[in-house]
């Protein structure tokens, strides 16, 4: 099965309901021997793709994972992303805000870690919590410290929605390439890994009670992305809904799309002038000698 990238594209201007949305599709690979073999040639591509991108030091790429509690954001970052070079790439997961970044506005958290040109930044959650988690939990908001006049519910996740926007649109033209991935599970497939993190000793640590207190809002976090997405999905900063049930599939098919995004930015090795060439040759004479 040949992958297209635009079958997962979120189109700008459309509405969106998720359950359109496959949660698994045919494998792309014939067996765990073949797809480590795929994985593989990708994450080499990506890695001299990176290098390229270092050196050229013209864009910043910015790639952001949103899903469920047990979608395989950790596992897709940290299976596509193992050959890129540490020097020029960074992690960050954005959990519950401090009192000290609640003191801001909702973007200025993240704002402060995205990434320099020549770099790639990766979110692992990101602005987007706060039209989702918070949407569905609107207890948070009125805990904000927001005036009173700014919280209200009938506007304020359109306005929330323009802001991260404008903001994207803002990194667009000044750099950032944004690629948003929403890892589209299962509610069933959810429990089966739910399950796996209590019966396996070793991924205990995964597992908390506020994820099954979670678990109990999943229509209401489906509402929340489909509105989120249809309404932040724009050509210069699109969402991929990525079927997650199996996270195989879902990590060739996110290194896919990292590496023919790659492909969109105008990315060169720097030109040697010529006087920097007769340099190069003295040094080289004199290393011969």
Known sequence: MKLKINDYRVRPGSGINLEDYPTEV???YKSKKHYKKLLEEDV??????????????RYALLLIFQGMD????????????????????EVFSFKQ???????????????????????????????????????????ILRS?????????????????YQSITDLE??????????????????????????LERIDEPDKNWKFSRADINE??????????YENCLAATSTNHAPWFVIPADDKEAARLIVSRIVIESFGELNMEYPKVTAKRRRELKAIRRTLVR
């Open 26 to 28: 045919m494998p792309f």
């Open 169 to 194: 649109r803002h990194l667009h033209r000044n750099g950032t390439k944004i690629i948003k991935f929403f890892l589209h599970l299962s509610k069933n497939e959810q429990r089966k890994r739910f």
């Open 97 to 139: 805000p401090t009192a000290n970044e609640l003191d801001h506005d909702f973007l200025w958290r993240t704002s402060r870690q995205l990434p320099e040109r020549g770099r790639i930044g990766i979110f692992n959650r990101s602005y987007y919590e706060e039209v989702l988690v918070v949407r569905v939990h609107p207890e």
């Open 215 to 224: 678990r109990k809002y999943w229509k209401h976090y489906m509402h929340a």
């Open 144 to 160: 904000q410290g927001l005036p009173e006049e700014l919280r209200d519910e009938r506007r304020i996740w359109n306005e929330r």
């Open 70 to 89: 047990a979608g395989g954001k950790d596992g897709a970052i940290r299976h596509v992303m193992s050959g890129v070079n540490p020097q020029g790439c």
């Open 44 to 57: 080499e591509e990506l890695s001299a793709l990176q290098q390229l991108h270092y050196a050229s030091h």
